[in-house]
């Protein structure tokens, strides 16, 4: 990704930046500020921490226990295709658990890790929200519902097989 | 005139509300003057989803359940331009609706969630605009303690009480936070709210800013929800610009203004005093109260924190009255209650009854029984916080006291519907490992309590539980109770002692006899293949890493018991369905 090279480079992401130089100073503002760097690099990379703590006056070692506090924020780069599998209880009833089973088995990772090709990472999710579905997967904004371990093994094939991914 | 309406919350998005949005915005052509294409929020049947409305001349109303983009066209054609419903694809919407009463969604999935016009034709915004210029703070509070409206968040503190001890705080600044922090899996009610009608829960604020003389509110909202987060941002955007938020509000001197905080993920933060530390981006650990937040909030300023679904029912008792409120509902449970029913549920959605109905009204009444014809075994509420009730205490009346005598509690609003293919032990292990991943750690007997709780229930799945493992959960479970500093840790053990209260022969037959009787622990199941179903595909043969699969091609295969793991793999692989539990 070319933001991440830039990055690299030193640059700071014009919306984060802005929001660093704006807000950086007001209380309050650790959270969002925080957010605002994952939407831009797509985690929060280690410049970013340095950066937020120098804006906030936060040390970056209390930055970084917020960090990991919140499950929203990460501290590597997501794969291409972000898998969520569903494991609110009405999920877990409709046998999410098979679920999440097949995923491992197929990917070869764990939750909260990412193909060795890059192409996938798979999250568990509390809850999507789609209980009626049950069970769900989504991979990336497109919700996949009642889904049994051969159904979910077919959607995979078709990601795996689309034209033009940099694997 | 026709306004076709597509259902467009996060289900019907999820199940391919778009695609049908976008075919019926391609064959609406020229000739079809007249019609107008709306989204809506949800409407609640989520088990019909993607739902179309079409409504004729304003009031003929006809829904269509099921919609894909394929049927579109004969809707189309048919309905819109033939005047001819299609009576096969369409939903008794009365019928589903029956024994509900809408007061909080009265508006979801009858309006365009964006459009404050649309709001305000149905009435909205005239609660506030009555509150601010003809009744004093104390009048409103009165009325809201007079319709014995209590917190729909779970705990039900009342909300009349709430307000007046933060009307009561002097200080120079207050605030008005609404939870909108749903993290229970398997509860979706404010969800749908914030989706549907948006502005019902602003106006709900802005009511309760007036009542306590805070002139700041916050939406502390799920980041996991965009679509929420984005209709609300538009509601916040159009009611400011038409003055119905801002300064000098109906030229009444009171001034309020609304800002979202989207929440990065910690189940705790559903707590008021955590929510407010991660408001004020800390970790978001809870503390020690008093002080509670009417006193001492935000900033260290009084803030009245409640809940989506409380707010929302805020403008409906003024413009309806306390009294038309409490002629709903039981002795201590005045209103309405809104559940997201789902699990083995036949009809399963966003479903809101008056207090005093009975859970077996909702789960076969509303819900029609279980989807699989299996008998209904137990009703989970209240998530993480709640416990499973029995089939047997179905005539149990949703009343905070009632549900509470059960060993569950009210909670926001989750409500799984399980079969006698749902195990009660894994239910509980579920439910452990959920709280035990969220507990912050504050606490040692909610972090490591729940830790032991969960190794426990992890071992008796195994199938090595231990004779004495019932007694140690129990104990356990009143400890963390008894020791917990906030509501997390202090409910966590319910769905442990409500199961072991009820279903305590599942315990004993995990330990004892090594047996599931549900048959989903898989180390206590034994597999075989169902001749009649194989169809010696082989599939099954490199998957089982035992060895313990034999057979030749197209020919029925066999499991050689002696060998078999019980990992479950054969059962992801199989494709004809043969693999079986026993």
New interface residues.
Partial sequence: MSTNAEHAKGAVMPAFGRMLWRHGGE??????L??AAQDSYGYIPPLAIEQIAMATG?PASEVY??IT?????RLRPLGQYVIRVC????C???GAE?IG??LE?ELGIRQGETSEDGLFTYLE??????????P?V?IGEQ?Y?RLT??GLRSVLRRFRRKPGRSA | MQAVMVGLG??G???GGLAVQQRFRELLGPEDEGVTLKETGCIGL??R?VLVEIVEDGRRRTLYGEVTPDRVERIVADHLRGGRAVEDWVVDREGLLAGQKRIVLRNCGEIAPSSIEEYRARGGYLALSQAVTAMTPGEVIETVADSGLRGRGGAGFPTGTKWRLARAAQAGRKFVICNADE??????MD?SVLEGDPHSVLEGMAIAGYAIGAGEGIVYVR???PLAIRRLREAVASARERGLLGPDLFGSGFSFSVRL???????VCGEETALIA???????MPRVRPPFPTEAGL?GFPTCINNVETFANVPWILTHGAGAFRSCGTGNSKGTKVF?L???IRR??LVEVPMGTTIDEIVYGIGGGTVSGRPFKAV?MG?PSGGCIPASLGGTPIDYEQITSTGAIMGSG?M?V?DDS?CMVD?AR??LH?TQSES?GKCTFCRIGTKRMLEILERICAGDGKPDDVKTLAELGEQIRASSLCGLGQTAPNPVLTTLRYFHDEYEAHIRDGKCPAKVCLALVEFGIDPDKCTGCGLCVPACDAGAISGRSKEVHRIDVSRCVRC??C?????SDAVRKG
């Avoid at chain 2, 993290?183 to 979706?188: E, L, N, R, S, T």
């Fill in positions: 209380p309050g503002m650790l959270i969002p925080l957010q936060i226990g917020v506090f919140y499950r929203q924020f494991k609110g209880t009405a877990h009833v409709q098979m089973r097949t088995e999710v509390a809850c999507l929200g789609c209980c009626s579905l049950a769900v989504m919700a519902g371990p051969q | 996060s289900c998005i999820a199940t989520c088990h989803e993290g229970d899996p398997g509860a979706f969800r980041a996991e929800y905080k989207e929440g990065a993920g910690a189940f991660s408001i004020e981006g800390r970790r978001g900033w997201a789902a699990g083995k399963g959605g989970q998530g989750g799984v399980m749902t239910v579920f439910f959920f912050c479950g793999k059962l992801t692989v199989c494709r």
